[in-house]
């Protein structure tokens, strides 16, 4: 009797170990989805905060990225609505049921249980496909009028030109062309630009001092 306790003993302690290996599966795989989750998460911040910061560059037009940030925030939510888990669940259960072989529905068959219908979607998303259909839709007619009609922004946003370009001392970001005069004396060029500021260059002859010098000198100095 003490040994065949002893084997019952075992049998029980081998199938908790074996349901603990079971859930500790189960947790790894909860855990692994969730990095991967935050993963994609933190990829899709960076490629944003990379795409701003390009933005601020003067060639680039850092308002086409904003646009396609606000465009593409709200197009997630019209077009890629999920149904709730619970109604996913309960389609799974009658389709398990359907293809079981030789199932087929009978009226002598006992009456069923009443199952509340779960909803595809909750109220929530209903409300946020409406409102970002709405926004996507008046944006865009805006957008389109006050393109066409030559509405200039900046006149009523006096620091909205910052979200696409800030100065420093590398560029400016004023796009109208440099301007300066060039002063020639024996073998030194002074270049003068138009808020004042210059610089005395040496040059080897005047024949250096072309006009497309002194036009680089420019470039370089007074922007």
Not at 42 to 50: D, G
Not at 66 to 91: D, E
Not at 129 to 157: D, I, S
Not at 180 to 199: F, I, P
Request: charged share 15%; proline share 5%; net charge positive.
């Amino acid at each position: 009797m003490a040994w065949r306790g002893t084997r019952v003993c075992t049998a029980g302690r081998r199938r908790v170990g074996d349901c603990q290996c079971v859930e500790r599966g189960r947790s790894a795989v909860i855990v692994l989805r969730f990095l991967v989750q935050v993963a994609a998460l933190l990829t899709l911040a960076l490629v944003i905060v990379v795409n701003l910061a390009l933005g601020l560059l003067p060639p680039v037009d850092n308002f086409a990225h904003i646009g396609g940030l606000i465009s593409g925030f709200l197009l997630g939510f019209v077009f890629f609505i999920r149904p709730q888990f619970a109604w996913l669940t309960q389609q799974g259960r009658v389709s398990a049921v359907a293809a079981q072989p030789g199932w087929q529905p009978t009226a002598a068959a006992a009456p069923p249980v009443p199952v509340p219908v779960k909803r595809k979607h909750k109220t929530y998303q209903y409300v946020l496909w409406l409102a970002a259909a709405v926004l996507l839709v008046v944006g865009f007619t805006v957008a389109t009028v006050l393109l066409f009609r030559g509405y200039n922004a900046n006149e009523h946003c006096p620091w909205c030109h910052y979200l696409s370009c800030v100065p420093t001392t590398r560029w400016r970001c004023d796009a109208s062309p440099t301007t300066c005069t060039g002063m020639q004396q024996e073998n030194t060029l002074t270049v003068v630009c138009a808020g004042g500021k210059n610089q005395t260059y040496v040059v080897a002859s005047s024949a250096d001092a072309t006009q497309d010098r002194i036009n680089d000198l420019c470039n370089q100095l007074c922007t």
